[in-house]
């Protein structure tokens, strides 16, 4: 959640150039505090597409396994032709930046 301000203003500021951004909370407790989720989401103005995964927490496990993602927040990256690739551990909101503008040719 710290770094969410960053990743809303990567969306506003590179979203004509090709980046498309959405997030999805796999945490099953946040669905019991949709409202609180929604808040904060309009309060950030993360204008982008925004899910809560409702399942079972097995199910979340196994979701969480098959797309080789530890735990969250998790920042996944694809590339133009949808390909996964891996991301960094940043260092900074620059070095996040300076990483998606490279896969964004720019």
Known sequence: MRKFPHT?????????DGL???????DPGEWKQ????L???TDQKADFPNYIFQDAPENVGNWLEKHEVAG???FVA???TGRRVPVPDFASE???TAFIKKLLGK
């Open 72 to 74: 969250t927040p998790q």
């Open 20 to 26: 498309v951004m959405m997030s999805l909370n796999v």
């Open 39 to 41: 808040k904060f989401l």
């Open 94 to 96: 620059a070095d996040e």
């Open 78 to 80: 694809f590339d133009r």
């Open 34 to 37: 949709k409202e609180k989720v």
């Open 8 to 16: 809303v203003q990567l969306h506003r500021q590179l979203a004509a």
